[in-house]
T-cell receptor
């Protein structure tokens, strides 16, 4: 089955700097890649997603890139702010499965 | 206005007891899920229902039994609770199968003593 690896597990970034979180997936049939943000005490919330027919997608300070050949995708957050501090999960999904597989999460700390 | 709600938010119980967690969504979605998040924040799917039909059962012990009385509700009953069941359980819903945005509830923190 699909396996999603996520790095780093913890990331500390100075406020205003950029943060990058990287994920790899194992099944080349995966075609949907969402990113979820989980704030303390809350459930995860979708922040951006990308499908395999697109190489990059951007939404204000957040962007995701996908390299299908290398089977990896990344989340980029620019001009980080204190409210960006949270746990971020990447995930992947295959057409033939009715589920998404989550990475193990990255705890992002924005330092003042 | 809550989209996906769960009750209770906290559940503390003794080993061997039976407990239930309830989930309701008011988004009109046809697919609902249960996830388990362990102490290391690892998020793993347990069950998925589409139009009240079970479509995913991820080798969860049969002490766990989901029940979907209608499309808006998905409850989780756990028999003979064990220490290892301690975790945060999240309910989620989506329109269509997993390749659409999933909306998560606030979670139920289960502590088994």
């Amino acid at each position: 089955g699909e396996n999603v690896e996520q790095h780093p597990s913890t990331l500390s970034v100075q406020e205003g700097d950029s943060a990058v979180i990287k994920c790899t997936y194992s099944d080349s049939a995966s075609n949907y890649f969402p990113w979820y943000k989980q704030e303390l005490g809350k459930g995860p919330q979708l922040i951006i997603d990308i499908r395999s027919n697109v190489g990059e997608k951007k939404d204000q300070r957040i962007a995701v890139t996908l390299n299908k050949t290398a089977k990896h995708f990344s989340l980029h957050i620019t001009e980080t702010q204190p409210e960006d501090s949270a746990v971020y999960f990447c995930a992947a999904s295959i057409n033939r499965d009715d589920k998404i597989i989550f990475g193990k999460g990255t705890r992002l700390h924005i330092l003042p | 206005d809550t989209a996906v709600s769960q009750t209770p938010k906290y559940l503390v119980t003794q080993m061997g007891n039976d407990k239930s967690i309830k989930c309701e969504q008011n988004l009109g979605h046809d697919t609902m899920y249960w996830y388990k998040q362990d102490s290391k924040k690892f998020l793993k799917i347990m069950f998925s229902y589409n139009n009240k039909e079970l479509i995913i059962n991820e080798t969860v012990p049969n002490r766990f039994s989901p029940k979907s009385p209608d499309k808006a509700h998905l409850n989780l009953h756990i028999n003979s609770l064990e220490l290892g069941d301690s975790a945060v359980y999240f309910c989620a819903s989506s329109q269509g199968v997993a390749r659409h945005e999933q909306f998560f509830g606030p979670g139920t923190r289960l502590t088994v003593l």
